[in-house]
């Protein structure tokens, strides 16, 4: 089985932006989700990827 990259949805801090669950709080509460959520992960990772692609780091 092969885990899908989802599309970020970043409209609610207190929602995941990748499948809309309600998160506790959108701290921590976000970060405990990715860990029991492989494709939210993946997503995340994606976007991180992106991110820093687009904006270089240092």
Known sequence: MSVGTP???WT??????FCDAT???P???FMDHLKTSPEC???F???RFHLTDDFGGA
């Open 7 to 9: 599309t970020a949805n």
């Open 12 to 17: 609610d801090e207190n929602t995941c932006p």
């Open 23 to 25: 998160l506790p709080n």
């Open 27 to 29: 701290g921590a509460g």
């Open 41 to 43: 992960s993946s997503g």
């Open 45 to 47: 990772d994606a976007w």
